[in-house]
Structures are given as C-alpha cells and as structure tokens.
C-alpha cells in the first residue's frame, strides 16, 4: 500500500530475470553488463539493458527482499521523491562503475570487462537513507551480547547479495558512494537529476492503477511509522500516556477517599502469586471479599489482542473494576 513504484521494481524485473532463466536463455546476452563493449564498440544501450535485469536468481531473490525492505522510503518521501533518488542514485552509480574499473586496472593491474547484471547500484545505495534516517529498535539479544534489531534482517540480505559474485564489489561500493552524494546537501545533487513534476504525474495516471494496491482494512489507523517495529511503538507509547493520565485520576480519587498514599501491591498482587498457597495466607477472608465484578467481553478481547491470556485479563478487570486503562498497567507490570 502507498509504495507502487516499489511494486513495480519488485515484480517487473523479476518476472523478466526469471523468464530470462528460464525460457529465453539466448536473449541474455542483450542483459549482459559488458563494459568492454560499452568502452570499445560504443554499446551505451548496455547501460541500461545491463544495469535493471538481475541475470542470477540468487541476486534477483536478494534484491527483491531489499526493494520489499525499502518500500518505507516511498511511503516517507512520495512516489515522486523516490524515484528521483533512484535515477539520480543509478545514473552516478554508472560513472562510478566506469571510475572503479579504471582505478582496479591502474591499480592493481586486473582487467575487468564485465559486472554482474541488475537493479544494483541504486538497491545498494538505498542503505545510504537507511542507515541514517531509520531509527535502530533492539529487539531482542543472542547469548546476552549481541543485539538484534529491526535492521539487522536487512543488513544480513546486503552482505549476502555483497557475496553473491566476484567483483559485486564494485557495484556496491559505486552505490554506496553515488547514495551519498544524493543525499549531500552540499552537493545539490538532488536538485539536478530529479524526475520532472509533468513526467510523474504521466506515470500517476497510466501506471499508478495498475500497481496500487487497496489499503488494508484489518488494522486500527494509526501514524504511519518507518517500520512495523515503529508502528508498534507508537501503539505502545500512546497507551502508556493514557494509562499514565488513568493512572494519576485513579490515584488522586483514592487520596480523596482515604487521605493516604496508594500501593498498588496491595490493592492489585501479582497474578503469578494469586495461585500460590504461601501467598493465601495474606489474603483478606473471604467474608470480607465483595462479590465479582462483571467484566466486559469487548475489553477482555482488546486486553487479548495485546497478547495477555485470558485468565489474566478476567483477573486484571476483575481487580480494576473493568478499567481497561489500569488492568493493562497491571499486565504490563507483572
């Protein structure tokens, strides 16, 4: 949803990387990334044909996983945006490759007359944004030091397609490098290799139906985040300042009536101690115990939505007279 663009780079050059595989073998040569025939027989089509078809499946699977990753800039800059980036991104890359391949040979005296084929430079230079305007969120940690994050699946997919040839390298190091030099405000290069305002409003009305996609209807809205991770905190964060102001109302109504200091842990024990027969002895007696109250089913399927079972969340409304607000404050702490 909101990322077309992204749709179409994921489907189109796949759908034609597979065929190429297999059904039209003898067409791949016209896909080949010869930079020797570019230098020397002037083939400047091979620019084009040989830097948007992946010729290697293996490439292909990885570059499509990282377009999929990268759909977030699309939906963050606009369609228009994006794709300025990617031409800007994928016409430097190009020079760059030709520096590269120069400075190699003059360097280090190896001959280079091709490069792995595809969408490349412009996915590689994707990790330039990526890497300073999406916010790194831990998820969890490996053996208790290593940290993983909303990032490292796709750091993990960069450094397999890195490893997928032999001088990729260069490919990567050219994307690298021209993501940069985009996204430099010093440079202005943004501000010269942009797509026309005319030209994508063409592709707004002819293909934008075709690759739009209806925006899912099973979730709440919300502010639309980087990532799910993201998406995921701003849940929690805005919960926690309506549990925060219940939470304060609650207390300042309690002091009212006894004129005291509330604890929580008495009021509200913690569940993995409700069913602990050391625990029952501080129990009050069941006289003096007021009969249940009704719980709504409504709030027990919200409190189960946010992953706590159901016993739990009979026990937490049951315990905050059916406040949806303080029984997950409640959860949330025990």
């Not at 994307?175 to 409003?201: D, E, F, Q, T």
């Not at 992953?307 to 949806?324: C, M, T, V, Y």
């Given at each position: 949803?909101?990322?077309?663009?992204?749709?179409?780079?994921?489907l189109?050059?796949?759908?034609?990387?597979?065929?190429?595989?297999?059904?039209?073998?003898?067409y791949?040569?016209?896909?080949?990334?010869?930079?020797?025939?570019?230098?020397?027989?002037?083939q400047?089509?091979?620019l084009?044909?040989?830097?948007t078809?992946?010729l290697?499946?293996?490439d292909?699977?990885?570059?499509?996983?990282l377009?999929?990753?990268?759909?977030?800039?699309?939906?963050?800059y606009?369609?228009?945006?994006?794709?300025?980036?990617?031409?800007?991104?994928?016409?430097?890359?190009?020079?760059?490759?030709?520096?590269?391949?120069?400075?190699?040979?003059?360097?280090?005296?190896?001959?280079?007359?091709?490069?792995?084929s595809?969408?490349?430079?412009?996915?590689?230079?994707?990790?330039?944004?990526?890497?300073?305007?999406?916010?790194?969120?831990?998820?969890?940690?490996?053996?208790g030091h290593?940290?993983?994050?909303n990032k490292?699946?796709?750091?993990i997919?960069?450094?397999?397609?890195?490893?997928?040839?032999?001088?990729?390298?260069?490919?990567a190091?050219?994307?690298?490098?021209?993501?940069?030099?985009?996204?430099?405000?010093?440079?202005?290069?943004?501000?010269?290799?942009?797509?026309?305002?005319?030209?994508?409003?063409i592709?707004?009305?002819?293909?934008?139906?075709?690759?739009?996609?209806?925006?899912?209807t099973?979730e709440?809205?919300?502010?639309?985040?980087?990532t799910?991770?993201?998406?995921?905190?701003?849940?929690?964060?805005?919960?926690?300042?309506?549990?925060?102001?219940?939470?304060?109302?609650?207390?300042?109504?309690?002091?009212?009536?006894?004129?005291g200091?509330?604890?929580w842990?008495?009021?509200?024990?913690?569940?993995?101690?409700?069913?602990?027969?050391?625990?029952?002895?501080?129990?009050?007696?069941e006289?003096?115990?007021?009969?249940?109250t009704?719980?709504?089913?409504?709030q027990?399927?919200?409190?189960?939505e946010?992953?706590?079972?159901?016993?739990?969340?009979?026990?937490?409304?049951?315990?905050?007279?059916?406040?949806?607000?303080?029984?997950?404050n409640f959860?949330?702490?025990?």
């Open positions: 949803d909101k990322a077309p663009l992204s749709k179409s780079l994921l189109v050059p796949s759908a034609i990387s597979i065929l190429l595989t297999l059904l039209f073998q003898h791949q040569k016209f896909f080949a990334y010869n930079l020797q025939a570019v230098k020397e027989d002037f400047i089509w091979r084009v044909c040989g830097r078809i992946c290697d499946l293996k292909t699977f990885c570059s499509s996983l377009i999929y990753n990268f759909r977030i800039f699309e939906r963050r606009g369609s228009r945006k994006f794709s300025s980036f990617l031409l800007g991104a994928w016409m430097l890359s190009a020079l760059f490759d030709l520096l590269l391949v120069e400075i190699t040979q003059y360097i280090f005296g190896i001959t280079i007359n091709s490069l792995p595809g969408f490349l430079g412009p996915v590689f230079a994707l990790f330039v944004p990526f890497y300073f305007s999406i916010p790194r969120v831990q998820v969890t940690q490996v053996l290593f940290s993983i994050t490292s699946l796709v750091y997919l960069g450094l397999q397609l890195l490893t997928s040839g032999s001088y990729i390298w260069i490919l190091l050219s994307g690298l490098i021209s993501g940069i030099c985009y996204n430099s405000s010093l440079l202005k290069v943004h501000r010269i290799l942009c797509v026309p305002r005319w030209v994508a409003k592709f707004s009305w002819t293909l934008e139906p075709v690759f739009s996609s209806a925006e899912p099973n709440v809205r919300v502010g639309m985040g980087a799910v991770d993201i998406q995921r905190q701003q849940r929690m964060e805005l919960l926690d300042r309506q549990i925060m102001m219940s939470q304060v109302a609650q207390m300042r109504r309690q002091r009212q009536q006894q004129g200091m509330i604890n842990n008495r009021l509200f024990p913690p569940l993995r101690h409700r069913h602990n027969a050391n625990y029952q002895d501080h129990h009050p007696s006289q003096g115990i007021p009969p249940p009704e719980v709504s089913e409504e027990v399927a919200r409190l189960m946010m992953g706590f079972s159901r016993g739990d969340a009979l026990e937490a409304l049951r315990a905050s007279n059916n406040d949806l607000n303080v029984a997950t959860l949330l702490q025990h």
